[in-house]
């Protein structure tokens, strides 16, 4: 298995580049990799259909170029979901639809291994992270499973209120802020609210560095990163595969209709 390139990153104190996709085809993670400016895929597992072995193939197909791996998960599963995924070669996670330090406390238990030092309950799955039958000695095995990049979204606005909490939870890394999952928990239409959602998201990067985290935050273009620069942030995920092919589709096919229509 390749390093865990986002920890070390984390470690050193150096930025990150990330970029969200949603289709298994492992190819298209391949593709990204081969572009050579990304530091891990972010596989959105929480919107898209997939397998154990789908979960396999992303991993690999991440190594291949040199990039770590993160997988999106849902609330409800999350445990599951996450100890599969981190067992086929996942390096991070990134949970969502938390409310309470509790909630984060009791997920990220689950994803530590069972150790007397760790206290967790992620144990010895024979997958490819261990080298199938046991190759990979149990504590080697345990030291990689504590390494294990975690993100929490703050998306809630009880989250918002828990955030010295959540900071303070042993184990998390990174936090990220949900513009529309926030919304939705307070009862706003996003764009009805863009400067209320974008001072909520200021609050939590603000606290983030506040307690000695870190924040990530998503772009669509280059030129939006200034804006969190300038607060603080290092962290960053760019592009998202579904609005890149929605948006190339709806503007390259709009421009082409118009031109056809004269014909």
């Not at 981190?86 to 150790?115: C, N, W, Y």
């Not at 010895?124 to 990689?144: K, L, S, T, V």
């Not at 009880?158 to 042993?170: G, H, M, N, Q, Y």
């Not at 990174?174 to 209320?196: C, I, K, R, T």
């Amino acid at each position: 298995m390749k390093e865990n390139r986002l920890r070390r990153l984390l470690n050193e104190g150096k930025p990150s580049i990330g970029t969200r996709v949603e289709s298994v085809w492992p190819i298209i993670t391949e593709i990204a990799g081969s572009a050579g400016c990304f530091d891990y895929i972010e596989f959105v597992a929480e919107y898209a259909p997939f397998s154990h072995a789908d979960l396999e193939n992303i991993a690999r197909a991440a190594e291949l170029t040199d990039m770590g791996t993160m997988i999106k998960v849902d609330y409800q599963n999350r445990e599951y979901a996450a100890q599969k995924a981190m067992a086929s070669g996942f390096q991070a996670v990134l949970l969502t639809d938390h409310k309470s330090a509790a909630e984060v406390r009791d997920t990220i238990r689950a994803l530590r291994p069972d150790t007397p030092r760790d206290g967790g309950r992620f144990g010895y799955p024979n997958r490819r992270w261990i080298g199938f039958e046991p190759h990979m000695p149990q504590m080697e095995h345990a030291r990689r499973a504590r390494e294990t990049v975690i993100a929490v979204m703050i998306e809630k606005w009880e989250a918002l209120e828990d955030i010295d909490a959540i900071c303070a939870v042993d184990g998390v890394d990174l936090l990220q802020f949900g513009p529309s999952d926030y919304s939705m928990s307070v009862g706003w239409n996003a764009s009805e609210h863009a400067e209320e959602v974008k001072a909520a998201e200021r609050v939590m990067i603000e606290a983030a560095l506040r307690n000695g985290k870190q924040a990530r935050c998503e772009i669509n273009a280059p030129a939006e990163a200034a804006y969190y620069i300038g607060l603080g942030v290092r962290h960053f995920c760019i592009g998202d595969e579904l609005r890149i092919l929605t948006n190339h589709w709806r503007q390259q096919g709009s421009a082409l209709r118009d031109i056809v229509v004269e014909l």
